[in-house]
């Protein structure tokens, strides 16, 4: 037989709103508790019995929420935050963040990434041209051996591949710049604090030096794991992936911290990293009937000179970095918001502060 309502109380089976728009019903079956004390379990038969309750709303905890807090959402925490993922939203909470960061930054992050990333690329690859060591196409007889190869060719391509390397490190340097100040214009935008592209360039020149070294030794780590079996490397570029947005928000050791946050929620930290480089390989695939074009309708010996084909690689090569770096930046950001928030209540504002 149903016990009547309480006065004052909503009668069983009615709701009260939660966060993210959840709600639970309350059970009369439990008093309220207002001594600040943990959750105890749902007294009684009933669907709810054996549930853990709230002090202040005595029902059941909403799914996600972590049994034994005494308020819904905990203190610190604000659902609607337009950087930080809550616990308990989930993938969708993750992607309409992103979503948003895009929304809200293009028109500034575009400029960023256009100076920084896509034209640092167009010049490093036309500078590279003239050096490429092209083989002389001279037919040979059926069955003969192959042709010597020229006098000095080895030379000229280790010329060519330290040319590459020297640029490759230059241009680090130079995304470094992009890659601190596009994290200075996500965060603050999210805190609603204005973000001149002038003022976030000069953040990113401060900053830059030492992400640039950091991003080095991460390389340098992926080369070695690449070499070492391929799978290795593949973790180092996984677990090591957040060490910029950790060593611009904390500073410190960013390769072991970051590590530390990956095999911390593994599944959720590998998933969120996965659809990044997902999403940022769609990007690259529009590269590839370039480079297969040049290559079956382009004349070899024109390797290296500026011919059309190499001048069109080049020039869809910078393209692509738009889009390829703004996807990389906004979902690092947004995991590492995310990943944050799991481990204490933090906030965009907050965030924002601690880029300095």
Do not use: K
Not at 316 to 332: D, E, K, N, R
């Amino acid at each position: 037989m149903s016990q009547p309502p309480v006065p004052d109380r909503p009668a069983p089976g009615s709701w009260y709103p939660g966060e993210f728009g959840q709600t639970t019903s309350w059970d009369p079956a439990v008093p309220e508790r207002t001594d600040g004390s943990a959750p105890q379990p749902a007294a009684g038969p009933g669907p709810y019995a054996g549930l853990p309750t709230y002090p202040s709303h005595p029902g059941p905890v909403p799914p996600g929420h972590p049994p034994g807090a005494a308020h819904w959402p905990p203190p610190g925490y604000d659902p609607a935050d337009p950087l930080v993922t809550p616990p308990g939203q989930g993938l969708s909470g993750w992607f309409s963040r992103c979503a948003g960061v895009v929304r809200r930054g293009w028109r500034q992050l575009t400029p960023i990434l256009l100076l920084t990333h896509a034209l640092p690329t167009l010049a490093l690859l036309l500078a590279v041209v003239p050096l490429y060591p092209v083989l002389p196409l001279e037919p040979t007889a059926p069955g003969a051996p192959p042709a010597a190869l020229p006098d000095g060719y080895l030379g000229d391509l280790g010329v060519f591949f330290a040319a590459l390397l020297g640029l490759s490190c230059l241009l680090a340097l130079v995304q470094a710049v992009g890659w601190a100040a596009g994290t200075w214009v996500v965060a603050r935008q999210a805190a609603g604090e204005p973000v001149p592209v002038g003022a976030a360039l000069r953040y990113g020149l401060r900053r830059a030096p030492a992400l640039w070294g950091w991003t080095l030794v991460y390389g340098l780590l992926a080369a070695v794991g690449l070499v070492l079996c391929y799978l290795p490397g593949l973790y180092v570029m996984a677990a090591l992936s957040l060490f910029g947005p950790v060593l611009l928000f904390e500073r410190g050791a960013p390769l072991g911290r970051a590590r530390e946050m990956f095999h911390a929620r593994l599944g959720a930290v590998l998933g969120r990293i996965a659809l990044v480089g997902l999403a940022a390989s769609v990007f690259s695939l529009v590269l590839a009937p370039v480079q297969v074009a040049g290559a079956l309708l382009g004349d070899p010996a024109d390797a290296a000179s500026f011919s059309g084909w190499n001048v069109a690689y080049a020039v869809v090569a910078a393209v692509i970095t738009l889009p390829y770096g703004l996807v990389h930046l906004v979902g690092l950001i947004v995991t590492y918001a995310e990943q944050r928030a799991c481990e204490a209540p933090v906030t965009a504002a907050r965030l924002a502060g601690e880029l300095g």
